[in-house]
């Protein structure tokens, strides 16, 4: 009986005021709008999204280039102010290389004194290449990682191409040494061949010029730091020899 | 949930035109009759529904099938129509647009019974009450929700429309002494 009442109540207020009639219509019309505005906003969505993957497309590119230059450039990185260590670490597939952000050109001696990883030096060197105490050498540092280049150079005077006499340096012997273990890798480098190596006990690499088969550094790594050495007029075995006498 | 109506959201689902046209016309009485109870404007009631039906037709797609489909409705309608009054706005009860003479319709006899100042008087009675205890009393008696529905739509376990159901009819006893006669009891205060 109670909620009878309530509810005869209730419908008797309220059921006899009309419905507007435009109601549907503006439902309708509104509905529409609704919809249109939703596919709308969708194919900008979409639009947007095929613009930015149309621009990423040729961004993809030039960082391919870009990385393909650097990849064959790696190899000239080895002038006094870029102090480029590159190791291979595997055949002919992966070329690692480490670029210092911080190095500073200074003497042997100094060297010893500053560096945080102890300088091992060559006890065989080939005739006419020696090092001492003056020996121009870079100390770097990477992160934690540090990093040793014992440079020995000749200068000597040469005529440029407009017939000036001109002062000129060659690279006899580059070691270097680092304790860097976290290394950016890069693509293997064209034009050069790579072979395994004993050294002493450890494995390690001799990088060759493919043409000639001249050795042009050879790299190994003694279980705590990595070793690279260089030496223009070392043949191979020279070259082995070098390495097995760091001490 | 009867097998028309299912194959009736089925159709909506499906974008047809006309089942929405349908399903407006099913529920369109009741759901303008619960707003305009709930926010005494004809014209925001009008809103509430239109907006209420946008979204039905909008979101249709994520109504799960097996569920009560007039819980969903009424829970889009009656947030509706708290949003659109959430200001606080006050509209007095439009007591002219309720018509002098009313033919109840077959289905309710009763309203043969109430006047229009008595059904104005329940009307206000039921608009004092709480909204906690004014929409439960709503969709129970107006809308024809069962205590379940009204459950799934304000999102309350049963006993708790139960137990607001009951308060809002002891509440209706303390406002209004007449209808206190209606409900048959006496309020002693």
Redo the contacts between chains.
């Keep these: 009986?109670?909620?009878?009442?309530?509810?005869?109540?209730?419908?008797?207020?309220?059921?006899?005021?009309e419905?507007?009639q435009h109601?549907?219509a503006?439902?309708q019309k509104?509905?529409v709008f609704?919809?249109n505005r939703r596919l709308y906003l969708r194919r900008v969505g979409l639009m947007a999204t095929v613009l930015l993957i149309a621009i990423a497309i040729p961004l993809g590119s030039i960082t391919s280039a870009f990385a393909d230059d650097a990849e064959k450039s790696w190899l000239l990185r080895n002038g006094v102010g870029t102090f480029t260590i590159t190791f291979v670490q595997n055949i002919g597939e992966k070329v690692a290389e480490i670029t210092p952000d911080l190095f500073m050109p200074t003497t042997l001696s100094h060297a010893k004194q500053i560096a945080k990883i102890p300088i091992k030096l060559p006890t065989y060197l080939p005739e006419g290449i020696t090092i001492n105490d003056d020996t121009p050498t870079l100390v770097g540092r990477f992160g934690s990682a540090e990093t040793v280049a014992i440079r020995v150079t000749q200068k000597f005077l040469t005529l440029d191409g407009s017939g000036r006499t001109i002062s000129a340096e060659s690279e006899l012997l580059d070691i270097r040494e680092t304790s860097a273990t976290d290394v950016t890798m890069v693509g293997s480098d064209q034009g050069y061949t790579v072979e395994k190596v004993k050294i002493g006990e450890n494995d390690g690499l001799i990088v060759l010029q493919t043409k000639s088969s001249l050795p042009l550094f050879i790299n190994w790594s003694d279980g705590r730091y990595w070793f690279r050495i260089f030496c223009s007029s070392a043949d191979r075995d020279t070259l082995i020899k070098i390495a097995e006498s760091m001490r | 949930m009867p097998s028309a109506e299912i194959e009736l959201i089925r159709r909506c689902k499906n974008h047809d035109e006309a089942a929405?046209?349908e399903l407006?016309q099913q529920h369109?009485?009741f759901a303008?009759?619960t707003a305009?109870?709930l926010v005494k404007n004809?014209n925001v009631a009008?809103d509430v529904?239109?907006e209420a039906?946008?979204k039905v037709?909008?979101n249709i797609k994520r109504f799960r099938d097996g569920e009560p489909f007039r819980a969903w409705f009424y829970r889009i309608l009656i947030n509706e129509a708290m949003r659109l009054t959430r200001r606080m706005i006050r509209w007095p009860?439009?007591t002219d647009?309720?018509?002098e003479k009313?033919s109840?319709s077959a289905n309710?006899p009763?309203?043969a019974?109430?006047s229009?100042e008595?059904?104005?008087?329940?009307?206000e009675s039921?608009q004092r009450l709480s909204p906690k205890l004014r929409v439960p009393?709503?969709l129970r008696?107006?809308a024809?929700l069962s205590e379940d529905e009204i459950a799934k739509t304000l999102h309350i376990p049963l006993g708790t429309v139960k137990s607001r159901l009951n308060r809002g009819?002891e509440g209706?006893r303390r406002i209004f002494p007449k209808t206190v006669e209606?409900?048959?009891?006496v309020y002693h205060d």
């Excluded at chain 2, 008595?118 to 009307?123: K, T, V, Y």
């Excluded at chain 2, 209606?182 to 009891?185: A, N, Q, T, V």
């Design positions: 009986m109670t909620e009878n009442f309530v509810r005869a109540g209730l419908h008797r207020a309220v059921d006899g005021i419905i507007p109601l549907w503006s439902i509104k509905h609704r919809r | 929405f046209a407006y369109i009485q303008y009759g305009l109870i004809p009008t529904c239109q039906f946008l037709f909008q009860i439009p647009k309720i018509p009313w109840p309710n009763e309203t019974a109430v229009k008595l059904c104005i008087e329940i009307w039921v009393l709503v008696y107006y024809d009819r209706l209606l409900l048959g009891g």
